[in-house]
């Protein structure tokens, strides 16, 4: 899964740490996150989104990989 996790928040010009504050979580999940090493929980992909102002689809996009089983 892909993520726009560091566009949204560079638009914005929050931290990884005010994102991190904003959605109770750690500056260092938010970095692994941004690095494709964590994936979201729906909880808080849907936090985020919410945070973001932004529907989900523009947070998260579904690889083309992640179809072929």
Do not use: Y
């Not at 945070?51 to 947070?59: A, R, T």
Request: cysteine-free; aromatic content about 6%.
């Amino acid at each position: 899964m892909k993520n726009n996790l560091k566009v949204e928040r560079a638009r914005r010009s929050w931290t990884q740490g005010e994102l991190a504050e904003k959605v109770q979580v750690s500056r260092q999940t938010i970095n692994a996150i941004e690095q494709g090493k964590f994936n979201l929980s729906t909880i808080l992909a849907l936090k985020m989104a919410a945070v973001f102002e932004i529907p989900l689809d523009l947070l998260l996009e579904l690889e083309e990989k992640a179809w072929q089983a």
